[in-house]
C-alpha cells in the first residue's frame, strides 16, 4: 500500500484520535469567537501531555515495557531549550534537534542497561534513573537547582513565537507528526514484531530474532517524542525546573494511558484530555455543589478512576470502541 | 566517627530497616501472594496513624488507642478488600495501577476532610519517653527500641503464621494452584479476604509505630511506599523473610550512607564539594544498592517462600 | 399608555444612576488542594479576613478577589497567571507561596503590565539582576531571616554552631544567608533529604559532634519531625537549637509543648505591638480557631497594601498602585513597612521565642530585635 493509503487507512481506524486532532485545530476558532483565549493555554498543555503519552505508549501499551522514568526525557528536553537559553542560543529549531539528539542517546544508554531486566525489576530502573535524573538537575545551582530558570519562547526563524496561536500550531504540528509517525510504526514489521514481544517473547526468540535491538529501538523512539513534548513545553512555559522529571510526572504520564485506553493510538491523547479536563472541571463542580469542600476536589477524581477501571474495560477507549460497535 | 558513634549508627540503621520491614511485610504478601500491585498501600498506612493518633487523644492512653486502633485497620482492609479489591484481582496490572493510585486519592482526601489538612498532635507516651543506654554514653530513646521489638516480634509473629500454622498451610497452598485449593473446600476468597486485612493490618502498625516519632498528616504513606517497593524487589517479591533482610540493608545502607558518604566523600574533595555531593548521592545509594543486587540476583535475594 | 410611562420612568431612573466606580480586581493564587493545602487555607482565611476588615472595598472601591488553586504545579500557576491577566483581566496578581511557583509566573505578569505582589515567596533573581518594576513584595527576600538569625548569634558570641537545612535551593539560600553574618566556627553543615521524616541518624551524629548551638531550617512536616525528634532525644541537654521557618503557626499546633524554648528569627510574630496585627490575630483566632501563621499575615498585609494602594491611587490602574507602594509607608502587621529600591520590604528582624500562652496554646513570643530597618543583600544588582 502506499504512504497516502496507509494514512487514510490509518486515519479510518484510529477516528477518535483524528477527530480530536481535527478539533484541536479547530479550537482556536471558537475560542477567538468566544472570547476565551486563555482555554487555549489548557489545550497546549493537553496536547504537550498527550504527546508525552504517546511517546510512552509506544513501549509500555505496544511493548509491555513499563518504564517509570519518562518523564526524565520531558525534562532533558526541557532543559535542552533551557540550557541554550543560557548560553545565548535562541534557535528554537537547534533546540529542538538537541532536544531529540539528547533524548535518544539518553534513552539508548538507559534502556541498553534497564532493558536487561524485565516486569516489575524493569520498573523500578527505570525508576532508578529518573531519580538519579531528577537529583542531577536539582543540583545545578548554575541553572537555578529547584527553582528553576526562567526562560524566553524559543525563536523559530520562519514562525514568529510571539504572534498568539503559531506557538499552539507549532504544538499541533508536532503532535500529529508523532501521531502519524506512531501510526506507521505501529503498523510496520517493526511495531507488529514489538506487540509480539509484548504478547510472548520467547515465541518471538524462538523465530529467530533477538527481541532486545527491538525493545531499544522503541525505547530510543519514545525518548525522543518525549523530548520533543519537552522542548515545546519549556517554550510554552517559559519555565524550566526539575519539577517537570520529578516521579510523580512520570506516574500521571501512566495513569493517562492507562485511562486513555493502552496499546491503542488515540488512548493516550484521549486520556490526557479526559484527565486535564477533569481536573479543570472538579474544582469548579465542587464550588458549586459543596463550597466548603471545594480544595478537597480529589476525592470525586480518585472514584472517578476507579469507576473506569472496573466499568470500562480497555480504559475510555474500550468505551468508546463499545459505544461505536466496534469502531475507533 | 567514633566507634561509639558509628554502633550508635547501626543500630538507627536497624530501627530504620525494622520499621521499613512493618510496610513492606504487607506490601510484599498482597503483591507476592495474591499478585496484586496494591499501590495504595502507603494509605494503609496512615489510617493506623491516625487511628492511633485519635484514639490515644481520646482515651489518653496510648496504649489503648494502640489496641483500639489495630482491629479498626484489620477492618478497614477487610472492607477494602470486600468492597473493592476482590474485583480487580483479575485484571491487568496496569488496571490494578490505576484503580489504588485512585484510591491513594481517595483516602487523602477523606482524611483530609475528616481531620482537616494540618498535622494531627501525637506525642510519645510519657511511659516510653525515657532513654536507654545501649552503649556508654549514648542514650537511646526507649520508644525507638520498643519500635524494633514491635518490628521483631511481628517478622516472628508472621514466620509463624505462614510456615507453622494451617491457615499459613492454605495461604501458601492458595498462592500455589488456587483451583486445587478451591477444591479441597477452602474458601479461597475469605482467605484472600484474610491475608489481605493481615497486610493492611501491619502497615497500620507501622504507622501506630511511626506516629508518635513523625508527623500525622495526610499523604504521609506515599514516601514510605517507594522505598517499601525497592525493599520487596531486594528481598524478592512474595518472600516476608527476603522482606526482612532486605528492609534491614536498605535501612542500614540508608542510614549510613547519609552519615558516612559526606565524611568519605571530604577527605578527596573539597569541603564544598562534598557538602553539594554528599547529600545528592546519599538519596540515591538505595536505588543503587537495588540495581547492583538485580545484577547478580535478578529475582532478589529470595525466592518467593512466604 | 402605562407601558411608555414605566418605561419613561425606568429611562431615568438609569440616568439618574451614576457611573460605576472603579473597580479594583485581585487574583490571588495559593496552594489550596494537595499536601501544603494548609498554608494556602490560612492564607485564603487571611485575606477573607481583610476584606471583612474593609467592608467588602479595596481603596473605597468595589473589590473583586478570585482565588485560584495552583496545586504546587509551576503549569498549572502560568496557565493560571495566563488567565487572571488576560480573560479576567485583573489589576493585581497576588499571593504565591513557592519560589519555583514565582520564577515562573514573574515575567509573564509583570511584563503584562499587571501588578505582581507576593506574599511569599522571594526567590533572590528576582531580588536583584532579575528584578522588574511591576514586582512588589510584601513578605521578605528569602535569605533576610536567616542573615538575622546569623547576626544574632555573632552578637551573641556564640563560638560554634551546627547547620542543617533540606538539600534544596531554600535549604542553601538559608544557610548562605546566615553565613552572611555569622564569622564563628561552622562545625558542620550537613544536608537532609527533602521530605525526610527522620532524623535520628542526624541527630546521633550531632551528639557526637557536641556543637554550641545548632541552627536548623526545616520547613514543613520536615519540621514537625525534627523538633519532635529533637525534644524526644533530649537534644535540649547538648545544644541548643536555633531555626528559622521551622517552628510557626503551621507547626506549633502539631508541636504543643514540645516546641517551647525553640528560639527563632523572623520578620513578624502575633504579639508583635501594633494596632494592626492585634486586630488581625485577635479577630483571626476568633473566627478561625487559632493562631494565624506567617503566611496569613503576610496574606493580610498584601490585601491591606492593595486597600491603601488603591486608595492612594484613586484608582485600579497597576501602574498607579505599584508607584504608591515603591514609595513604603504602607500599613501592615509589622507597622509602617518601608520599601526598598528593588521593591521589597526593608524590615526588622525578631528574635522570638516558642512559647506556651494563657490558654495553654503554643505560640511564638518576641524577646528582641536583631535588625532594624533591614534591607536585602540582592536590591543593589536591582536596576529598572
Known amino acids: 500500500m502506499g504512504a497516502l493509503k496507509i494514512l487514510l487507512d490509518g486515519a479510518n481506524r484510529n477516528r477518535t484520535l483524528f477527530v480530536l486532532l481535527a478539533g484541536f485545530a479547530l479550537f482556536p476558532i471558537y475560542t477567538g469567537i468566544a472570547d476565551l483565549p486563555f482555554w487555549n493555554d489548557l489545550a497546549m498543555r493537553i496536547m504537550i501531555l498527550g504527546m508525552a503519552a504517546m511517546g510512552l505508549n509506544l513501549v509500555l501499551g505496544y511493548g509491555g515495557m513499563v518504564s517509570f522514568g519518562h518523564a526524565a526525557f520531558v525534562g532533558v528536553g526541557a532543559y535542552c531549550v533551557g540550557i541554550s537559553q543560557y548560553y545565548g542560543l535562541y534557535n528554537g529549531w537547534i533546540h529542538i534537534i538537541m532536544a531529540l539528539g539528547a533524548c535518544g542517546a539518553l534513552g539508548l544508554a538507559i534502556g541498553y542497561l534497564s532493558l536487561r531486566t524485565s516486569g516489575i525489576y524493569f520498573i523500578m530502573i527505570t525508576l532508578a534513573f529518573a531519580q538519579m535524573l531528577f537529583f542531577l538537575f536539582v543540583s545545578l545551582e548554575q541553572f537555578g537547582g529547584d527553582d528553576g530558570m526562567s526562560i524566553d519562547r524559543a525563536e523559530f526563524i520562519i514562525i ?52 532486545l535491538p527491538f525493545k531499544i529501538t522503541g525505547y530510543v523512539i519514545s525518548a525522543m517524542i ?42 493516550p491523547l484521549l486520556g490526557a484530555v479526559v484527565f486535564l479536563l477533569l481536573e479543570e472541571i472538579l474544582p469548579e463542580l465542587m464550588h458549586v455543589v459543596a463550597p466548603n469542600y471545594a480544595e478537597n476536589w480529589m476525592i470525586i477524581f480518585g472514584p472517578i478512576l476507579i469507576a473506569v477501571v472496573l466499568f470500562a474495560r480497555g480504559g475510555l477507549m474500550g468505551l468508546v470502541q463499545r459505544v461505536t460497535g466496534g469502531r475507533t | 566517627m567514633t566507634i561509639t558513634l558509628l554502633l550508635e549508627q547501626m543500630f538507627n540503621g536497624l530501627q530504620s530497616g525494622v520499621t521499613l520491614f512493618l510496610i513492606a511485610a504487607g506490601l510484599t504478601l498482597i503483591l507476592g501472594i495474591m499478585d496484586f500491585v496494591f499501590l495504595a498501600h502507603g494509605a494503609q498506612v496512615m489510617i493506623g496513624a491516625y487511628a492511633a493518633a485519635s484514639l490515644t487523644a481520646l482515651t489518653g492512653n496510648f496504649f ?40 491513594i486519592l481517595f483516602f487523602n482526601e477523606l482524611i483530609r476532610i475528616g481531620f482537616g489538612p494540618a498535622a494531627l498532635f501525637s506525642d510519645l507516651p510519657k511511659a516510653l519517653s525515657g532513654f536507654v543506654n545501649i552503649l556508654p554514653e549514648a ?133 564544598a564539594a562534598a557538602d553539594g555531593a554528599g547529600p545528592a548521592l546519599a538519596s540515591m545509594m538505595v536505588y543503587i544498592l537495588m540495581s547492583l543486587i538485580l545484577v547478580f540476583r535478578p529475582t532478589g535475594l529470595f525466592s518467593p517462600k512466604g | 399608555m402605562k407601558k411608555i410611562l414605566t418605561t419613561a420612568i425606568a429611562a431615568s431612573l438609569v440616568a439618574a444612576v451614576p457611573a460605576l466606580a472603579d473597580t479594583v480586581k485581585v487574583g490571588y493564587m495559593t496552594t489550596l488542594s494537595g499536601g501544603a493545602g494548609i498554608i494556602g487555607k490560612q492564607m485564603q482565611n487571611a485575606v477573607n479576613l481583610a476584606m471583612e476588615h474593609t467592608g467588602g472595598k479595596l481603596g473605597g472601591m468595589d473589590a473583586e478577589v478570585v482565588f485560584v488553586d495552583d496545586q504546587r504545579k509551576p503549569d498549572v500557576a502560568k496557565q493560571l497567571a495566563n488567565r487572571l491577566v488576560k480573560s479576567d483581566k485583573v489589576d493585581v496578581v497576588a499571593g504565591v507561596i513557592w519560589s519555583n511557583l514565582m520564577m515562573a509566573i514573574h515575567k509573564p505578569v509583570t511584563r503584562s503590565g499587571t501588578l505582581l505582589i507576593s506574599s511569599n515567596a522571594g526567590p533572590s533573581p528576582i531580588a536583584g539582576a532579575g528584578c522588574h518594576e511591576n514586582f512588589v513584595s510584601m513578605s521578605w527576600q528569602n535569605d533576610q531571616t536567616p542573615e538575622g538569625m546569623g547576626k544574632y548569634m555573632q552578637d551573641a558570641g556564640i563560638k560554634s554552631v551546627y547547620l542543617m537545612a533540606p538539600n534544596y535551593q531554600a535549604g542553601k539560600d538559608m544557610l548562605s544567608g546566615f553565613k552572611r553574618h555569622y564569622k564563628g566556627e561552622v562545625v558542620a553543615e550537613v544536608y537532609t533529604q527533602l521530605g525526610q521524616t527522620d532524623f535520628q541518624a542526624e541527630l546521633s551524629t550531632l551528639r557526637a559532634a557536641k556543637p554550641e548551638a545548632t541552627f536548623i531550617f526545616q520547613p514543613g512536616g520536615m519540621g ?149 530597618n533591614h534591607g536585602d543583600a540582592y536590591a543593589k544588582d536591582c536596576k529598572f
Not at chain 2, 479498626?72 to 480487580?88: N, V, Y
Not at chain 2, 525497592?230 to 533482610?245: K, L, M, Y
Not at chain 3, 503576610?298 to 505599584?322: C, E, H, L, P, V
Open chain 1, 160 to 211: 514568529d513565537l510571539w504572534e498568539p496561536l503559531r506557538l499552539y500550531y507549532l504544538i499541533w504540528a508536532a503532535l500529529t507528526l508523532s501521531s502519524i509517525l506512531l501510526m506507521f510504526i505501529v503498523r510496520s514489521r517493526f511495531g507488529v514484531v514489538l506487540q509480539a514481544i509484548k504478547g510472548n517473547e520467547s515465541r518471538v526468540e524462538a523465530m529467530g530474532l533477538a527481541p
Open chain 1, 226 to 267: 518525549c523530548g520533543l513534548a519537552g522542548a515545546l513545553f519549556a517554550s510554552w512555559q517559559e519555565y524550566v525546573s526539575p519539577d517537570i522529571m520529578h516521579w510523580t510526572r512520570s506516574g500521571e504520564l501512566m495513569i493517562i494511558i492507562i485511562l486513555g485506553g493502552l496499546g491503542t493510538l488515540s488512548g
Open chain 2, 64 to 103: 489503648l488507642g494502640i489496641l483500639l486502633a489495630i482491629p479498626i485497620t484489620f477492618a478497614s482492609g477487610f472492607l477494602l478488600e470486600f468492597l473493592l479489591i476482590r474485583h480487580l484481582y483479575r485484571r491487568d496490572h496496569m488496571d490494578q495501577v490505576l484503580a489504588t493510585f485512585g484510591l
Open chain 2, 139 to 271: 542514650p537511646y530513646p526507649m520508644f525507638r527500641l520498643v519500635v524494633i521489638l514491635v518490628g521483631l516480634a511481628c517478622a516472628i509473629g508472621i514466620h509463624v503464621l505462614v510456615s507453622h500454622t494451617r491457615v499459613g498451610a492454605m495461604v501458601r497452598a492458595g498462592a500455589n494452584n488456587e483451583a486445587m485449593t478451591a477444591a479441597l473446600g477452602i474458601n479461597i476468597r475469605l482467605l484472600r479476604r484474610f491475608v489481605f486485612a493481615v497486610g493492611a493490618c501491619f502497615a497500620g502498625v507501622a504507622g501506630m509505630m511511626i506516629g508518635p516519632l513523625t508527623a500525622v498528616e495526610p499523604g504521609m504513606g506515599e514516601p514510605l511506599l517507594i522505598l517499601s517497593l525497592v525493599v520487596i524487589i531486594i528481598g524478592g517479591i512474595g518472600s516476608v523473610r527476603g522482606a526482612f533482610v532486605a528492609a534491614v540493608l536498605v535501612g542500614m545502607v540508608d542510614t549510613m550512607g547519609r552519615v558516612l558518604l559526606p565524611v568519605i566523600l571530604r577527605s578527596f574533595m573539597g569541603q
Open chain 3, 224 to 372: 514537625i519531625n525534627f523538633v519532635k525528634q529533637w525534644n524526644q532525644a533530649g537534644m535540649d541537654s547538648v545544644s541548643k537549637l536555633y531555626t528559622v521557618f521551622t517552628v510557626d503557626g503551621v507547626s506549633l499546633p502539631a508541636l504543643k509543648d514540645t516546641a517551647v524554648g525553640v528560639v527563632s528569627t523572623q520578620t513578624w510574630s502575633p504579639d508583635l505591638d501594633n494596632a494592626m496585627n492585634k486586630k488581625f490575630v485577635a479577630d483571626y483566632k476568633a473566627k478561625f480557631g487559632g493562631y494565624p501563621s506567617f503566611y496569613a499575615a503576610q496574606a493580610y498585609d498584601t490585601m491591606m497594601a492593595i486597600d491603601y494602594a488603591a486608595g492612594k491611587a484613586g484608582s485600579s490602574d497597576s501602574a498607579a498602585m505599584r508607584d504608591v507602594l515603591a514609595k513604603g509607608g504602607i500599613p501592615t502587621t509589622r507597622g509602617s513597612l518601608a520599601m526598598n529600591s528593588n521593591q521589597f520590604p526593608i524590615q526588622n528582624i525578631y528574635l522570638r521565642e516558642a512559647v506556651m500562652d494563657a490558654d495553654g496554646v503554643a505560640t511564638t513570643k518576641v524577646i528582641g530585635t536583631v535588625f532594624e
